[in-house]
Each structure stands twice: as C-alpha cells, then as structure tokens.
C-alpha cells in the first residue's frame, strides 16, 4: 500500500460510527470484498473462517453505519456498498484542496519579499 | 457495486482563495514552487517523498520523486497559460495508481486573475471526478489509513496556528 494520508471529512458522529464500524479487521476485509461488487451472505461467508450468522452480524453493524445497503435480489439478499455513506471523493477532494491552498497561499506570502527563485 | 454515476462525484469541486502577490508571482509559486507547497502526504509511490516535480509544458509530467529515486507519476499538464490558467489532469485511480488513460482521469482547472489591489485571485476548478469510479478510494481511506486521522487534525493544527508552513 502506498503511503497516502487522506483527508478526511471533518469528525462528526456519523463518521465517528463509520469509523468504529471499520475498526474491526473482518468488516475491512468484507468491505474490501465488496468493492468488487455486490455479493450474497452465503458468497461472502465462502472467503471468511468464521460462521454465517457472524458475516451477517458484521453486515449488521455495516448497514446500521450507512456503509453497505442490502436488497432482495431473486431468492437471496444481496449486499453492496452504499456510495453515499463512504465520504465521496467529492468531499475527499474538497477537504484535500482546502488544504493545499492554504499551504499554497503560505508559500506565495511568507516569500513575497524574498528574491525570485 | 452499482454503475451510475454518483451525482454527487459528478458535480466538481470548486474553490477559491485570494493571495498577496501579483499574478506572475502566483503563477509561478503554483507551477515552478509546486514543491514548496504541495502536501507531503499526498503521495503515491512507495517510498517517502523527496520532491514534486511539474514539467512545465504541455503534455509534460506531474510526478514525485521519491527518496529512493523512483518516480510515480500522478498526473500532466493539459493546458499551460502562463500566468492566467493551467489544466492538470488528475490520473490516480481508486487503487491509488498512475492511470494512464484520460478518460478516466480527473481534471483540475486553475485560474489566476490580477485584482485591483494588486492581490490574485485564484479560482481552483477539480472536474469530472466521477470519472475515477464511484468514491471507492474514499473508502480505500478509510480502510488503509487507520492512523489518518491523527495525521488530518495535525495539519489542521498546524494551519490553525498560522505555521503551515510548506513542506518538510
């Protein structure tokens, strides 16, 4: 993994319980597998050594923080990611350039009466 | 995942700032100072960073240059109007990899505009984001980088206190 710090949104306790939600290795993992792509209880409890009924309390905790949605599809349940509870990279962004266009501002004043370079 | 476009990844990020200098000074601090000011963190190689290096013409290399000498390229210069505009494209892919293709690589427009003060105004434009996928490394974040949040409310610290100073 490259080393990238994101900027995340500002802390409220909304991200507070998606951050709690992701403290734990096994709901990371899962996330990580659905970033595929939508799966089924059965399908995701396939890639994990622990039981079903344990995958579907992870997806519990999930849902309830927003993070996947679940829906009916022919005779089974199917979960995906839910786009609008992970931070969008549209507010990643937001916060990222606040940031750099501070420093950028920094560097262009704290330099004002220094020598071109 | 779903495929439709997130109409919230769709509509740009758009920001503005007011700097204390004349245009050709601002131009220049962006582009030829790109170093001096670009966030540390942000970076994409695999070993720290040394330094950002912009190559100042169109179709030229946005890249860092990491302290074991290796390059990651991040992006290149689309547009190149000195000292009023320049276009990035923005080629990271949710995986946090160069993309190569710019079809699915983000935009990011500067404008430098002289205002009567003798000040500049800078209107920043980041477009087409939902080109990179559906705010998957939003959530490659939050998984990755446990230790992010400290690091966020440091700089954010550091802003808060005046020192923000480029770079180290």
């Known amino acids: ?117 | 995942m779903t495929t439709t476009v997130d109409p919230v990844t769709a509509v740009p990020v758009r920001k503005g700032i007011t700097v204390k200098a004349p245009v050709e000074r601002a131009f220049k601090v962006f582009t030829e100072g790109f170093d001096s000011w670009w966030p540390r963190s942000h970076h994409i190689g695999k070993s720290p960073l040394a330094e950002e290096v912009l190559e100042l013409r169109v179709g030229g290399r946005c890249y860092g240059r990491c302290i074991d000498g290796s390059e990651c390229d991040w992006g290149s210069i689309l547009v190149l109007e000195p000292p009023h505009r320049l276009v990035l494209a923005w080629q990271i892919t949710t995986q946090w990899q160069f993309e190569p293709d710019l079809a699915k690589s983000s935009e990011v427009e500067v404008r430098f505009t002289p205002q009567d003060d003798g000040s500049t105004r800078v209107e920043l434009e980041h477009r087409h984001l939902d080109r990179h996928g559906l705010g998957a490394d939003a959530v490659r974040a939050a998984i990755d980088s446990p230790n992010g949040w400290g690091g966020i409310l440091a700089l954010y610290a550091v802003q808060a206190e005046g020192s923000a100073a480029p770079a180290q």
């Not at chain 1, 659905?34 to 999930?62: D, K, M, N, T």
């Not at chain 1, 992970?86 to 262009?108: M, P």
């Open chain 1, 1 to 117: 993994m490259p080393s990238v710090t994101p900027y995340l949104p500002s802390v409220d306790t909304y991200q507070a319980a998606q951050l709690d939600a992701l403290g734990d290795a096994t709901r990371r993992a899962i996330v990580e597998r659905l970033l595929a792509g939508p799966l089924s209880v059965g399908e995701l409890a396939s890639h994990f050594p622990v039981s079903r009924p344990a995958i579907s309390q992870h997806l519990r905790v999930l849902k309830d923080a927003n993070l996947v949605l679940d829906r009916p599809e022919g005779t089974r349940r199917v979960y995906e990611l839910n786009s609008e509870g992970f931070a969008s990279l549209r507010d990643y962004f937001d916060q990222f350039w606040n940031q750099a266009l501070a420093a950028y501002k920094n560097a262009v004043e704290d330099r004002s009466n220094e020598e071109e370079r």
